[in-house]
């Protein structure tokens, strides 16, 4: 497998189980996706979402009925107790065509990783479900040891654009960025606001 970042706008996810975990997948996708969520049942947190709830009892679905539920879909996670259940909707998702991902069963596909976001920034976090544990360590340590990451990004392309005007070579240009994220002193200037810090990095460095 190989991990890529996906723009999901327009995008139709259908999400099998109405229960704790297809309530963490649908939270996961609503925020851009286009999500419907097929169960017998739903807890009452799916209706603080923006998702489509159908209604709908699987466990005599044939393979008909159940592509119909997945046509257009381009993403299919089954998230339903019953393993046999998701086996065969795992099945029907493959011979639509559709990315599919399996969180009881036989595995899929695709992976739904951990994700640590902040205002600039995006970082996915897999351990292939063997310690889900890890994620949250990692995004703690990047909370603790960068908590001005947003504002640097924001400086460094601030920085990166003066730079282009300035400094015709693009290998001298990438040096200066480097040194820049290498430097305390920059990362203590955060604190100060990022105009401040700004100021004070063009002075070290242009």
């Keep these: 497998m190989v991990p890529l970042i996906i723009d999901l706008a327009g ?4 999400i099998f189980g109405g229960g704790a975990v297809g309530l963490r997948k649908a939270t996961y996708f609503c925020r851009e996706a286009e999500v419907t969520v097929v169960s017998r049942s739903f807890l009452p947190e799916f209706s603080g979402l923006d998702v489509r709830c159908l209604e709908a009892d699987l466990s005599d679905m044939d393979d008909d009925a159940l592509a119909v539920l997945l046509d257009g879909a381009f993403l299919v996670v089954a998230a339903t ?3 046999e259940t998701n086996n065969h909707i795992g099945r029907t998702a493959r011979e639509a065509g559709a990315l599919f991902n399996n969180a009881r069963g036989d595995g899929g596909d695709t992976l739904i990783p951990s994700v640590v976001r902040g205002e600039e920034y995006l970082i996915a976090v897999s351990t292939g479900g063997a ?10 340590h990047l909370e603790a040891a960068y908590p001005y990451l947003d504002a640097m990004i924001r400086v460094e392309a601030r920085l990166r654009d003066a730079l ?4 015709p070579d693009q290998a ?21 606001g990022e105009d401040r ?3 004070r990095i063009q002075e070290r460095y242009m």
């Design 11 to 14: 995008r139709h996810v259908v």
């Design 81 to 83: 107790s019953d393993e």
């Design 131 to 140: 310690s889900p544990a890890v994620p949250r360590f990692l995004r703690e």
């Design 164 to 167: 282009k005007q300035t400094v």
């Design 172 to 192: 001298k240009r990438a040096a200066v960025l480097r040194a820049v994220l290498h430097d305390p002193d920059a990362w203590t200037w955060l604190a100060d």
């Design 197 to 199: 810090a700004y100021e």
